[in-house]
C-alpha cells in the first residue's frame, strides 16, 4: 500500500513564525502536491512539484514556498504565518492521475 | 469559467435506502473524472476514475457513472460506515494535467 505521511497532525505556530509542514512518500512516486482545505471553498492547490527540485505554483501561491531536495520529500514553507493561513494542510503524490493523500496537518496560527 | 459543481451539499439516509449524488462540470475537454471519499480529519481516499460519457465503476456498494455534463455516484443498500463526504474531481484537456478542478462535496450520514 500507498503510505503518505506528514509529519504533525495538529500544529498552533504565533503569526509571523516560520512554519514547515513535511510530507513523505514510499512509492517512489514523481509528483507531489500541497493543498490546502477550507469549508466552503474545499481543496484548492498551493505548489506541486513533478521532480526534485522542480516546482510549479498552483492556485494560491501567495505566502507559500517549496522545497524537494529527495523525490520522497515535499516540504512546504509559510515564511511569516499569518491567521489567515489557518487551515487543514493536505499533501498527496501520484504516479498516474490517480492522488494517494496524507492525513493532512491540521495548523492555527494565533 | 471551468467548475465543478456537487449536489446535495448534504445528505442524510436510513441504513438500506438507497440514493445518488451527483457531480456536474464545465470544462472545454474532461480529461478524467474523479470520485474521492473522506473520512473526518483524514485525507481524501480514491474511488474511481471515469474517462467518457457511458462509462461506469463499482466498488461494494457504490457505482459512478458519466455522462459529458454530470456524474452520479449511486449508493445501493447504504450502511453507517459509507458515511463520509464525497468529492468529485474534473481533470480537463486543456489545463495542465496535474490540476484538478475540485468541488466542494456531498456530506453523507448513514444513520443505522
Known amino acids: 500500500d500507498v503510505k503518505v505521511t506528514q509529519s504533525s497532525r495538529y500544529l498552533v505556530k504565533r503569526t509571523g513564525e516560520k512554519v514547515f509542514l513535511e510530507c513523505v512518500q514510499d512509492?517512489?512516486?514523481?509528483?507531489m502536491f500541497w493543498y490546502r482545505q477550507d469549508p466552503g471553498l474545499g481543496l484548492r492547490l498551493i505548489y506541486f512539484?513533478?521532480?526534485?527540485?522542480?516546482?510549479e505554483k498552483g492556485d494560491i501561491p501567495e505566502g507559500y514556498s517549496v522545497s524537494r531536495e529527495k523525490k520522497e520529500r515535499f516540504s512546504l514553507i509559510l515564511e511569516s504565518a499569518s491567521t489567515n493561513q489557518t487551515s487543514m494542510y493536505l499533501c498527496?503524490?501520484?504516479?498516474?492521475?490517480?492522488?494517494?493523500f496524507g492525513p493532512g496537518t491540521r495548523l492555527l496560527v494565533l | 469559467e471551468d467548475q465543478v459543481t456537487q449536489s446535495p451539499e448534504a445528505l442524510r439516509l436510513q441504513e438500506g435506502e438507497s440514493s445518488s449524488l451527483n457531480c456536474s462540470y464545465t470544462v472545454s475537454g474532461l480529461r478524467g473524472l474523479f470520485w474521492y471519499r473522506q473520512d473526518p480529519g483524514k485525507g481524501p481516499e480514491f474511488l474511481f476514475t471515469?474517462?467518457?460519457?457511458?462509462e461506469e465503476k463499482e466498488k461494494e456498494r457504490l457505482k459512478a457513472t458519466l455522462t459529458k455534463k454530470e456524474s452520479f455516484l449511486h449508493i445501493t443498500a447504504p450502511k453507517p460506515e459509507d458515511s463520509a463526504t464525497y468529492l468529485c474531481?474534473?481533470?480537463?484537456?486543456?489545463?495542465?494535467?496535474?490540476?484538478?478542478?475540485w468541488g466542494l462535496g456531498t456530506s453523507l450520514a448513514v444513520n443505522p
Open positions: 498527496a503524490s501520484s504516479l498516474g492521475r490517480r492522488k494517494y
Open positions: 512509492m517512489d512516486h514523481e509528483n
Open positions: 474531481a474534473v481533470q480537463e484537456i486543456a489545463g495542465n494535467n496535474r490540476k484538478l478542478i
Open positions: 471515469l474517462y467518457s460519457a457511458g
Open positions: 512539484s513533478y521532480d526534485v527540485k522542480m516546482k
